[in-house]
């Protein structure tokens, strides 16, 4: 099995393109949406909500069947559409013009790969088993969410402000990098955790 090349990706402003418009490629949309992606959408039906955001201009929407010219200025491909020989057309196609493509539930057509992702805030904490088993890449993703409660984006913002200072300062490199090492620590989690409790008890 080829080896996957882990990273995230910035997709503010890119363009990509959803093949379907049934309520799996909704997910996909809002997905994309919400990190700032540039949405196409080519299907003949869609659902509410994506009508909805094409009504209100967050999206394009192409009332129509996939096309080759559909991929032009494109950055990714999904498609969506819960038709087999839909889904390898948009794949064969993409491949072709070198762009990436996921086709949803068919790992052999596919460039990339929906991690099970665990939010913090900035933090982020990706889960892949390479298509093999979503269900264990769930189950992590489970138990992840456990370990890193919610109390951590507060603490991992609160980091990036410690960093920025530090970086203001001008201080000596080793002596800062020993110091965010050190905030970012277990200890450092601890201290910050009992920093918010105090805080908790004086506002209550």
């Given amino acids: 099995m080829t080896s996957?090349?882990?990273?995230?990706?910035?997709l503010a402003g890119r363009?990509?393109?959803?093949?379907?418009?049934?309520?799996?490629a909704e997910r996909k949309v809002?997905?994309?949406?919400?990190?700032?992606?540039?949405?196409?959408?080519v299907a003949p039906e869609a659902t509410e909500e994506v009508a909805r955001w094409s009504r209100e201009g967050r999206?394009?929407?192409?009332?129509?069947?996939?096309?080759?010219?559909?991929?032009?200025?494109?950055?990714?491909v999904i498609a969506a559409t819960g038709d087999n020989l839909?889904?390898?057309?948009?794949?064969?196609?993409?491949?072709?013009?070198?762009?990436?493509?996921?086709a949803v539930d068919e790992p052999e057509?596919?460039?990339?790969?929906?991690?099970?992702?665990?939010?913090?805030?900035?933090?982020?904490?990706?889960?892949s088993t390479g298509g093999l088993s979503p269900a264990l890449a769930s189950r992590l993703r489970q138990e992840l969410e456990?370990?890193?409660r919610s109390e951590y984006e507060r603490w991992i913002e609160e980091l990036g402000r410690m960093r920025q200072e530090a970086f203001a300062r001008r201080a000596n490199p080793q002596r800062r990098t020993r110091l965010l090492h050190r905030l970012a620590s277990r200890r450092g989690y601890e201290r910050f955790l009992r920093r918010e409790r105090r805080r908790a008890g004086g506002s209550a």
């Avoid at 996957?4 to 910035?10: D, E, N, S, T, Y």
């Avoid at 192409?62 to 990714?76: M, P």
């Avoid at 991690?115 to 904490?125: D, F, K, N, S, Y």
């Fill in 4 to 10: 996957l090349f882990p990273m995230f990706v910035k």
């Fill in 15 to 24: 363009k990509c393109l959803v093949v379907g418009g049934g309520p799996i």
């Fill in 30 to 41: 809002e997905g994309l949406l919400a990190y700032g992606a540039t949405v196409v959408v």
């Fill in 59 to 76: 999206l394009a929407w192409h009332a129509r069947r996939f096309q080759s010219s559909d991929l032009e200025g494109v950055f990714l």
């Fill in 86 to 102: 839909a889904n390898e057309q948009a794949f064969r196609e993409a491949e072709a013009a070198g762009i990436l493509c996921n």
């Fill in 109 to 127: 057509r596919c460039h990339f790969y929906y991690p099970a992702v665990v939010r913090r805030g900035p933090l982020q904490i990706a889960i």
């Fill in 146 to 148: 456990e370990q890193f």
